[in-house]
């Protein structure tokens, strides 16, 4: 072994796809010699395509990071594992491919714990990999062993526990085929210290991947087929329910012809959102707990609901008894398991969405739906008089104003990364989010510290984007370490604290069902931008709404990462809001007698 | 909304570390309690066969099914509920038996189709094959003989017929590659 201290130079260098080992030196008749288990794991990442992994060392998996000494992957050095896992997964949303994270045996696997639930809860396809302590040692408690093929076994599509140098090509060729088909998810893959050390040959021409118990692609059949188009013909007040499986998929264009050929609006899932442009004049806008007023009664009042690519959660019914009754619905769905799961339909089509719609579109009837459009859009008047951004100025500066002037100033350009909270969901109402991979969010799980790592590793995947983070100040300190990791590895990131002094969620859960007994909400921050300069990074203060324009400009001049502390209403409230259990179209409003309403907003663009 | 019952699912899997335990998870999960499980190897190697009986609805049924399909290592799952499946158990039951009591346990074993396999001058052990049923009527008549001990292996069920389903699972195309 080579001293702990001598850590590997982790040099950057530039790689294409796929066939990195060509032309390289030491790769010399690879076909016959023999290779040690740590330097196949970077053969097959190699192989798969991967460029960057995001980890942190141990004892257990020194082998793996010895032989990362002069690989053409980069390396990023996390400060905490759980850090790993959601920049692996930001990776992952922003680009559709398998993110990778390393992580040592014991609690440095614990410590991807959440990161994996997370991407588990939202089908992000990951690749973990976690050293083990060698297989003599497997069941006796040894320094830093944990079982952690048992921990994840529910939070993972599938694991491995591998123990011998020559299993490890297969099953890492396995676990990212498992990652990325099908309904993707995490995978991890658990391997012994002496497999690592031990060698093996690999094969240079693999053979193809055969699981005989694992059936990723489903089709609908025919009949199924026509039988939704009958219904889509038929219906008076039909609905698209567009959630992530559109953006997963990559079926934003099949969505866009089935709409411009039946003229149906479209609602969108929180994760769905930005799988159908915002700004069309048919999308509605999220559906749901936090969902627009008019989507909400839309969806009770309809007569078909189309959802795609979306799994019909709590916090988007609502109370199933009364959710949507007067509407037959169609659902299309890659995971056979979630069909028929929450809500009972009428056609249940497994299958992959890009290929289920394109042969769907052709059997639909050419057709429009103006009568009903009229109306939803009559359902809109009353809401703009309960915005907060049409009404007057009163010297506060409300999360929203933020929003709304974040979405203006990036010309509704950025990468969006939220946190979770309140700000969360006045990104998802306030941003309008025009193309798919634009917001990412941890939907499922609801991951609080997910935003600023898996920022970071959204703006490695797409190095050319504006990546805007928007995190609570709860949220903030849940990650805050690696702003260290943005410093040290060059990542240019902008990141808008919502401060507001609380865990605003509870406290207002607490404000509205708890008789206002702010239990453990109230926040005593330390000083933010003293914190990001401490990093060697930008830090910015506002506190007034003026302040926004200059210093979104000063965060995006700024050479490295910004932190802007945005200083926001401190007992604002996300409406409209459903009470958990309630019925959708119960939905708790924006008081309108609190003042006047202002026609226009200095930064409105004047569409509602 | 349709009643529960007790439930009889065959699930196929490949022969592997973990497999029962990530299909188990899929009942623990839900806080199921299962009633029955036998597992053991097949007449393919590496597959092994699941019998497994809980109580669930029609819903429940359905979603296990498929939740099931979503493990990896697992080749074929069947719901032989309403299939009336060919169903057998094994118990062992040692039970209390004198001279003057031995003859009347015999006798009734008998009718039972049910075999002693020791005997020694206090108990007998006793071996019987049968549906779930059966077992449960014979234990019922040697109770108040005084059981020392019971062991049941818990119901093993395969569908009647010339087909095999897994058959035609294996022998088709492999899945798809991804992109």
């Not at chain 1, 951004?389 to 100033?409: C, E, K, T």
Request: proline share 6%.
């Amino acid at each position: 072994m080579t001293k702990a201290g001598t850590s590997p130079k982790i040099e950057q260098v530039p790689t294409g796809h796929g066939d990195s080992s060509s032309g390289s030196a030491p790769e010399h008749a690879r076909s016959t010699t023999k290779r040690t288990g740590a330097e196949i794991v970077w053969e097959v990442l190699a192989s798969e395509g991967v460029e960057v992994v995001f980890g942190y060392p141990g004892g257990a998996i020194m082998p793996i990071y010895n032989a990362l000494h002069q690989r053409p992957i980069r390396h990023v050095l996390v400060r905490h594992e759980q850090g790993a896992a959601h920049m692996a997964d930001g990776y992952a949303r922003a680009s559709g491919r398998v993110g990778v994270c390393l992580a040592t045996s014991g609690p440095g696997a614990t410590n991807l714990v959440t990161g994996i639930a997370t991407a588990m809860l939202d089908s992000s396809p990951l690749v973990c990999i976690t050293g083990q302590v060698p297989a003599s040692l497997l069941g006796s408690d040894a320094f830093q062993e944990l079982d952690i093929t048992g921990v994840t076994l529910p939070i993972t599509k599938h694991n491995y526990l591998v123990t011998r140098a020559e299993d490890i090509a297969p099953t890492l060729r396995e676990a990212f085929f498992i990652a990325r088909s099908g309904r993707p998810g995490p995978v991890l893959v658990d391997i012994t210290k002496d497999a690592q050390q031990a060698t093996a040959a690999i094969e240079p021409r693999p053979p193809a991947v055969r699981l005989p118990g694992y059936r990723p692609a489903h089709h609908p059949s025919a009949e199924d087929l026509t039988r939704a188009a009958e219904l889509i013909a038929a219906a008076e007040r039909p609905l698209i329910l567009a959630g992530h499986g559109i953006i997963k998929a990559e079926a934003s264009p099949q969505l866009m012809e089935l709409v411009e050929k039946t003229g149906i609006p479209v609602a969108s899932t929180l994760l769905g959102l930005g799988g159908f442009p915002a700004t069309h004049p048919l999308s509605l806008g999220m559906m749901g707990m936090h969902g627009e007023a008019w989507v909400n009664t839309a969806i009770q009042e309809s007569d078909l609901l189309i959802a795609l690519g979306m799994r019909f959660d709590d916090r988007v019914t609502g109370n199933l008894k009364t959710y949507a009754r007067k509407a037959r619905k169609i659902h299309v769905e890659i995971d056979p398991s979630e069909l028929n799961k929450n809500v009972q339909v009428d056609v249940a089509l497994a299958g992959e969405l890009r290929r289920t719609l394109t042969e769907l579109i052709p059997r639909v009837a050419r057709r429009t739906c103006t009568p009903w459009v009229q109306h939803i859009n009559a359902l809109k008047s009353n809401s703009a008089a309960r915005d907060i951004q049409y009404m007057p100025h009163n010297g506060r500066l409300h999360a929203a104003h933020v929003i709304h002037d974040l979405w203006w100033l990036t010309r509704g350009k950025a990468l969006m990364v939220t946190d979770v909270g309140q700000h969360q969901m006045w990104e998802a109402q306030y941003y309008r989010h025009e193309r798919p991979r634009q917001l990412i969010t941890s939907g499922g799980l609801g991951t609080m510290g997910f935003a600023l790592p898996a920022a970071m590793g959204a703006r490695l995947a797409q190095p050319g984007e504006e990546v805007w983070v928007v995190v609570g100040d709860g949220g903030f300190q849940m990650s805050a370490a690696e702003l260290s990791t943005c410093a040290q590895e060059g990542i240019k990131l902008h990141v808008a604290i919502i401060n507001n002094g609380y865990l605003g969620m509870v406290r207002q859960l607490q404000q509205f069902f708890y008789e206002n007994r702010y239990t453990a909400t109230p926040l005593r921050n330390p000083d933010f931008v003293k914190l990001v300069e401490a990093h060697g990074l930008t830090g910015l203060r506002v506190t007034r709404r003026e302040e926004i324009p200059d210093a979104v400009a000063q965060a995006r001049a700024s050479p490295c990462t910004a932190v802007i502390d945005f200083r926001v209403e401190q007992e604002d409230i996300v409406y409209p809001m459903v009470p958990a259990g309630a019925n959708l179209d119960e939905m708790i409003r924006r008081p309108q007698d609190e003042s006047e309403v202002c026609a226009t907003s200095p930064w409105s663009s004047g569409a509602v | 909304m349709s009643t529960s019952l007790q439930r009889t699912f065959i699930v196929h899997v490949e022969d592997r570390p973990g497999v029962l335990n990530r299909v188990i998870s899929l009942f623990r999960r839900r806080a199921y309690n299962i009633d029955s499980l036998t597992v053991a190897r097949t007449e393919r190697p590496s597959i092994s066969r699941i019998t497994l009986v809980v109580v669930v609805d029609d819903r429940e049924a359905r979603l296990l099914e498929a939740n099931l399909y979503k493990l990896i290592n697992v080749l074929y799952v069947e719901d032989v509920t309403h299939q009336g499946p060919l169903v057998r158990e094994l118990a062992l039951i040692k039970v209390k038996a004198t001279e003057e009591t031995r003859p009347q346990i015999l006798q009734v074993c008998d009718v039972f189709r049910a075999r002693a396999i020791d005997v020694t001058p206090s108990a007998l052990v006793v071996e019987l094959t049968g549906t779930p049923d059966k077992i449960d009527g014979l234990i019922e008549v040697l109770r108040p003989s005084g059981i020392i001990e019971l062991v049941r292996t818990g119901a093993v069920a395969m569908e009647r017929g010339a087909r095999s389903p897994l058959a035609d699972v294996l022998d088709a195309a492999p899945p798809e590659q991804a992109a």
